[in-house]
């Protein structure tokens, strides 16, 4: 626990290992849900993977030039994310689409 200090006012500040110790016993249920349902993973790395190569895209090139255009790489790099999960290659994923056969990943 921090050291008791004689400030007049104000509640008493808190360190970050205390802050996270708060939000843990807070959130217990959500942290701990991975122990009861074994769906749900144990980290969100997977989500935050997806999400790191679009920030890189707008890192390399300043922005997207429309939202249109973002729309649609979102929309490619989605269908690319689907297609990984479920072990199929990105190649084969996208040529199976242009051929009509987009539904390859769902199967």
Avoid: W
């Avoid at 050291?3 to 708060?22: F, M, S, Y």
């Avoid at 016993?25 to 679009?54: G, H, Q, T, W």
């Avoid at 922005?63 to 269908?79: K, P, V, W």
Wanted: glycine share 6%.
């Amino acid at each position: 626990l921090p050291e008791v200090t004689t400030k007049k006012r104000g509640r008493k500040k808190k360190t970050k290992v205390l802050n996270l110790i708060d939000r843990l016993v807070n959130y217990k249920a959500s942290v701990c849900l991975f122990i009861k349902n074994l769906c749900v993973p144990f980290d969100n790395n997977l989500a935050e993977r997806d999400l790191r190569m679009i920030k890189v895209k707008t890192k390399v090139s300043g922005c997207f030039r429309s939202e249109e255009g973002a729309q649609e790489y979102l929309t490619i790099m989605s269908y690319i994310g689907t297609a990984h999960k479920h072990g199929i290659n990105a190649f084969t994923a996208i040529r199976e689409a242009l051929l009509g056969n987009s539904d390859i990943i769902f199967n």
